[in-house]
């Protein structure tokens, strides 16, 4: 019995995948070209964005220092000079589109559908413009180095953890770089729960638990992550990037490597970001989260307290255990 459960289960899965599938093909079509893609070899990042003109410029200096070879952006009919900037780069192919960012499974479906034309047989991260990605020896071992590691062990993804970024003592103001904005963390507070169904660890907790969601904290976010996946044809995430099919993509090695997503949503100002995506309606569970910002009215700063920390590198999130190297060396 338990052996035809599982033949189910993974047939479920399978329908399941090929439905998401052709729901990304369909979604594609809501994307007009701007500029397009460069033949270039090398490990491409994908981004749906929308009025993310103040973040770009350090965006894409960190993933350019990572390694990556090329962008591949969907501006969601930003009003800032987004695109424009965009535009401008010469390692940039831009997609535009005014469609649904709720409707297209939060940008997920236009990402696969540019995933499925480009990114098959490479190296693709998904990140959103608010995430820098840091791993052990980041400064020193690129994205190349660190996927050609992964691929001599037939391993195909990464795993990171969301790490969310806030204001508090000696912050810098709304022209400092982006992570001397938001320099303080949540070092413990975090739990995990395996996901039987996907085979993935469920992480949460942090400042955002414990400021919006001290009362049901089974609503706060998600801080799980798969960000960097040796592409396929026929792979699609599932909910964000938390989890993907096939379901072994969300398996981690003991021996493997992990990383994390240093989380910059809550720059000062994010009040009016809260404000007008609540507005918007288009954000996930009718903008529960964005609902919950304003419901309680923390900002940036009010999300420090005394058991805080100041980020000071990668070697302090591996000390503290938000990172591993694993045999990484």
Same mark, same amino acid.
């Given at each position: 019995m338990r052996r035809l459960d599982g033949c189910l289960y993974k047939l479920v899965l399978r329908t399941r995948r090929q439905r998401l599938f052709l729901r990304n093909w369909r979604k594609g079509l809501d994307l007009a070209p701007v500029t397009p893609p460069a033949c270039r070899d090398g490990i491409l990042a994908f +981004?749906?964005? @929308?009025? $993310? +003109? @103040? @973040?770009?410029? $350090?965006?894409l200096a960190h993933y350019r220092r990572l390694g990556v070879a090329q962008f591949f952006m969907v501006d969601n009919a930003s009003t800032d000079g987004t695109a424009a900037l965009l535009a401008a780069q010469p390692d940039v192919a831009l997609w535009r589109t005014s469609a649904s960012y709720r409707r297209a499974r939060y940008g997920m479906d236009w990402l696969a559908a540019l995933k499925r034309r480009h990114g098959c047989g490479r190296w693709c991260l998904t990140v959103d413009a608010d995430e820098l990605l840091v791993y052990p020896d980041w400064e020193t071992r690129p994205l190349p180095a660190l996927c050609a590691w992964l691929e001599a062990r037939s391993l195909r993804s990464?795993? +990171?953890?969301l790490l969310d970024l806030h204001g508090g003592p000696g912050a810098a103001g709304p022209e400092g770089r982006i992570l001397d904005q938001v320099p303080w963390f949540d070092p413990g507070t975090y739990r995990a729960q395996r996901d039987p169904r996907y085979g993935n660890d469920w992480i949460q907790g942090g400042p955002r638990e414990r400021a919006f969601f001290g009362a049901d904290p089974w609503q706060a976010p998600a801080l799980n992550k798969v960000p960097l996946v040796k592409w396929k044809f026929g792979q699609t995430y599932v909910s964000s990037t938390h989890h993907l099919l096939p379901r072994g993509l969300n398996q981690r090695r003991e021996e493997a490597p992990t990383g994390v997503l240093l989380h910059t949503k809550f720059?000062?100002?994010f009040a009016e970001r809260a404000e007008e995506e609540t507005r918007r309606r288009e954000h996930y569970g009718d903008c529960v989260e964005y609902r919950a910002y304003l419901a309680r009215a923390a900002g940036p700063q009010g999300l420090w307290r005394p058991g805080s920390r100041r980020l000071a590198g990668w070697r302090q999130l591996e000390a503290l255990g938000l990172m591993s190297r694993g045999v990484w060396i």
């Open positions: +981004a749906c964005l @929308r009025n $993310e +003109a @103040r @973040r770009l410029p $350090e965006f990464f795993p +990171a953890l720059l000062p100002g």
